[in-house]
Every structure is written in C-alpha cells, then in structure tokens.
C-alpha cells in the first residue's frame, strides 16, 4: 500500500534562498502528523509542493503513490489544504463558497456533505452569508470546509488555528480528530507546540529548509529534551549556564540528562552559595525538544 | 456524487463573478457605447463620408461600437478576475483542485467571451433606436464569427495579462497603453480609407483592425478589407495566441511559483 505522502529528496531555491535542501519523508496512511520549524523553515514551501503550487526544482512528491507533478489529478483528489492566509472570495456567500469548492473537483449534487460540513464547523446559520460578513475564526472555519468539500484522504493543515478563538480551537480539533479516527491521514503544522503534542503521532521538525528531527512524538521527547529542572534563583552557576534551556520569571528552566544530574546541580549550587528560592523536577515537553532541534525562542 | 469537469465550475463562477455586479460590467459599457454614439454621430454625422456616401456615418459607427464594447470587456473579465484572485489570495481556490492548463484557459476565456458578447448585445440593442434597419444584418454569419473570434483574442490577452501583472498598476499599463490604443486606432470610429497613406498601412498591422472590419462587414456587406483576409488573420491570431497562452499556464508562470 503506497504511503500517503512521500517526499523524495525535494530541493527548492528561492532566489539566494534554499527553501527546502533535500527534504525527504515519509507519511503512513492514517497518520495525524506534525510539522514544525520556525518562521522561515520550508514547511509551508513543502506544502506548496504537496499541493502543487510550487514545483520543486529536484526530487519527487507523491500522494497515495500519484505523482504531484506527472499525475497531478489523481493526486489533488486526494488531497485537502488548508492554507495558512486568511483568503476568500468575496462575492460569495458560504454556501456558494463550497459548492464552488466542489464543483472545481468534478463534483455535482454534493448538498448532503456540504450541510455535514457546516453542521461539523458550526456554519449553518451563516450558509447563506456573504464570506465579507464573517469574522476572521468563521472564514477560517470555511477554509477549513473547502479543503474538506471533496473528501480528500490526505488533509495538510498549514497553521489553521492561528488568530482563532480557544472555543473555535476547541471545536476545530475535536472535528479533525473524527477526520482522523475515519481514516483520513492529517499533516499539521501549528504556532501552537502544546498542539502538536496534544494531537500528533509522528513530528518532523524543519530548520532551514532540512529535516533535522523526524520520529513519534515519545521518541522525540525521550531523545532530545530528556528531564527539566525549573530553578528559581538569583542566578545559575557559570558550568551550568550551557543546560539553561530557557529563562521564565524569576526562573531558569535547565535540562538534564538523568536524574543523577540533579544531585550534581545542588551541589554546585551550595558550593557557590546561591540560595534556592524554588525547585521543580519537571517532565520534558515538545517546546523544549523544540528548542534544542531549531534552537530558537521563537514559534514555529 | 456525480463526476463533472470542474472546468464547467469555473467558467459559471466567472459568470456569476460579473453578473452579481452587472451594473459596474454590462450597464455601464453599455452607456459608455451610448454617449459615445450620441456625441460622434452629432459632430460628424454631417462632416465624415464613409464608404463612398452609401452607408450613414452613425449607421456605420454603431458595429464598430458595438466591436469595439465586446472587445473591451472581454479583455476586461479575465484580465481583472485573475488579477483580483492574484492580490486577494483566492487564486489558491483555482490552483488546488485538478483543473488542467487547458480547463483553466476554457473557463476563463469562455467566461470572458459571454461577458463580451453580453455588452456587445446590449450596446447592439440601445443604439438600433439610432437605426432600426441594422436590426437586418447582411452577413450575419460573419458578424457572429468575428465577434466570437474578437472576443476570444481578447479574453485570451486579458488571461495573459492577469497571468503577468501583480498589482492593478501593471495591468492598468497593459490596458491602458496597449489594448486601448489598438482599439482606438482599429477603424471603429473611421473607414481607413480616409487616413493618409502611412497610417492606413500602420493600421493593417493592428489585428483588431481586422475584427472591427470583418464584423462590420458582416453589418453592411463592405469593409475596407477583403473579409476573407481578416478572417484568416483573425483566427490565426487566435490559435497562436491560445497555444501561446496554454503553454504560459502549463508552465506555471507566476502562478505556480
């Protein structure tokens, strides 16, 4: 059975530039799959090879085995995006909207899934409103429903909750996640690292247009953040100031390879007298995986 | 669900596209045709002799309006359609699904072509008042087929357009200095046996001059070229042109980058 998405050594320069330099992987059917990297990464580049809005200058892409160049129907078929710009067409109310949307897939007669969607997304009572008049989180929502109106096996959701409300947020995720339990392999990339845990098996992490980590989401906490220590103090001793994975008020948060560690931290700390104001083991989360791979504070 | 080419989908949204503001795309061409026949065919009515006198001097001016309006406006739906979807980022709508390069030229020069065709009729229809025998037209054949042939050239140079500009100065540009003096200067308002000889010869390298004769032709059964010429230089200008611009959206050219 061919893999929902395989990306093979796919190389794309913009200008001075190397957007994607050799990004391979693959996606599993079924999958709910993470992208992440900071601004600027390639992650919406790869997207846009997926989709077909950009063409690679090297290597291959295919969804379900169809080539997204050579068999580039059969591929967008199978494929929903959801774009990262908040984009409409303004002289159409929601409902015309998606049966637009689905028109443009061959697809005639297709009421029944249309009122699922808005049922799903919470739009029914603006199915007949001009896109203009909706809120920024209710245009969201029919980006959303567009990327779906075909059925598509494949969904990439390229930062659909950035600017949305937490209800919206709420109600979104519980949506894709039946989309998921259905069978339908889910790519997301997200601002929202705590996301990406919550929702994702598998993460690919992206820094200047490469893969720089690519395995399931505990495998990824195991092997890269390992435990973090939350020290509240004036200061952190001078061998220790390399752990020091972030500053948070009033405190340092420190990494740690094993738990021995701490043993060694405290007794630096009273050899040079600093006084400890608080002190938490904590288990390692994705933002710290994070910030050890990519190597920067700011979101993905 | 039934499987349609999406195609089909395209071109009814480019008609919805400007029927749903038919004021701003048909109505108003519409008057413009209107004030312009009314102020030429008042000031040189008496003064412009065309045709060696057989033919009224407003009699005449009407096809070429009406030309001249179908000619416009086609250029003016697809060009203006994909420079907004371009600017708005709805474009993205169009590109994701799996419509060809040929789906996409379809739909939107078709489009382009009702929109022409629907100003042209309604330029045709307000000025019959100004001479009702033009409701009898001489080679009606022909007419139709310059005004389907003119329309597709123009809706095909709007698509072209639309492809390459990237904001509405760029393809102001194109409209402005390009398809508004071609059309000017294309015999709408004047037979170009009455311009002196260098810009009759001039005027023979602009091929809408051979759409507004061959369709006026169609009208009266004369023209100021043999019919069987334009038509041959117009719809060899529209096959060049379609596989030029088939080829531009094959490519990928601005659009898929």
């Not at chain 1, 530039?17 to 993470?34: C, K, M």
């Not at chain 1, 075909?150 to 930062?159: A, F, G, N, T, Y």
């Not at chain 1, 690292?193 to 598998?202: D, I, P, Q, S």
């Not at chain 2, 045709?124 to 033009?134: I, R």
Request: some cysteine; overall charge neutral; proline content about 4%.
């Amino acid at each position: 059975m061919p893999a929902a998405v395989e990306v093979d050594r796919v190389f794309r320069r913009f200008g001075s530039v190397q957007a994607l330099d050799g990004v391979s992987l693959t996606v599993d059917e079924g999958e709910f799959f993470g992208l992440l990297g900071p601004n600027g990464a390639g992650k919406t580049t790869l997207i846009s090879v997926l989709a077909g809005l950009t063409r690679a200058d090297r290597g291959a892409a295919r969804i379900l085995g169809h080539d997204v160049v050579t068999d580039y129907r059969a591929a967008r078929r199978l494929l929903g995006v959801v774009p990262q710009e908040l984009v409409f067409d303004p002289f159409f109310t929601v409902r015309e909207t998606l049966a637009i949307q689905s028109g443009y897939f061959g697809i005639a007669g297709n009421d029944a899934w249309i009122d699922e969607i808005l049922h799903h997304l919470d739009l029914t009572s603006k199915a007949n409103a001009n896109m203009r008049s909706l809120s920024g989180g209710m245009k969201r929502r029919v980006l959303v429903g567009q990327a779906l109106v075909h059925k598509p096996r494949v969904i990439v959701l390229d930062e659909p909750t950035a600017g949305v409300d937490v209800e919206l947020r709420q109600s979104l995720w519980g949506f894709v996640r039946k989309l998921n339990r259905d069978g339908h392999t889910i790519i997301l990339t997200t601002h929202y690292l705590e996301e990406a845990e919550a929702l994702c098996g598998r993460i690919a992490m992206l820094k200047a247009g490469r893969i720089v980590a690519l395995d399931t989401k505990q495998n990824l906490l195991s092997r890269f953040a390992g435990l973090t220590v939350r020290l509240v103090a004036e200061h952190v001793p001078a061998s220790w100031q390399a752990r020091v994975l972030r500053s948070e008020a009033g405190g340092f948060i420190l990494g740690l390879d094993r738990y021995a560690d701490l043993e060694l931290l405290l007794a630096k700390l009273r050899e040079e007298g600093i006084a400890i104001a608080e002190l938490a083991l904590q288990e390692a989360d994705l933002e710290d995986v994070f910030l050890k791979l990519v190597g920067t504070q700011a979101a993905p | 669900m039934a499987l349609r080419g999406g195609w089909r989908t395209l071109f009814y949204k480019e008609l919805l596209r400007f029927w749903k503001v038919s004021f701003q795309t048909v109505a108003a061409p519409v008057l413009t045709a209107l004030l312009y026949l009314l102020i030429f065919s008042h000031v040189l009515e008496s003064r412009v002799t065309v045709f060696g006198g057989s033919v009224r001097y407003t009699s005449f001016l009407i096809p070429g309006l009406v030309m001249m309006s179908v000619l416009q406006n086609a250029f003016a739906n697809s060009s203006s359609s994909l420079i907004q979807s371009k600017i708005t980022g709805n474009l993205i709508f169009v590109l994701l699904p799996p419509l060809s390069p040929l789906d996409l030229f379809a739909a939107y020069v078709l489009g382009a072509m009702v929109r022409g065709l629907t100003v042209g009729l309604g330029v045709y229809a307000v000025t019959l008042w100004f001479d009702p025998s033009l409701l009898a037209l001489a080679h009606p054949v022909w007419t139709l087929a310059f005004a389907l042939l003119g329309s597709a050239i123009l809706g095909t140079l709007g698509l072209v357009a639309g492809i390459w500009a990237e904001k509405f100065d760029q393809l102001a540009a194109f409209q402005n200095f390009l398809i508004m003096p071609l059309t000017f200067l294309s015999g709408v308002f004047y037979s170009i046996h009455t311009l002196p000889p260098f810009w009759q010869s001039l005027s023979r390298f602009n091929p809408i001059f051979y759409m507004i004769d061959g369709f006026r032709y169609g009208f009266f059964g004369l023209a100021d070229v043999e019919p069987m010429v334009s038509l041959a230089i117009v719809a060899g200008c529209t096959l060049v042109l379609s596989a030029l611009t088939l080829a531009l959206l094959a490519s990928g050219w601005k659009l898929r980058n």
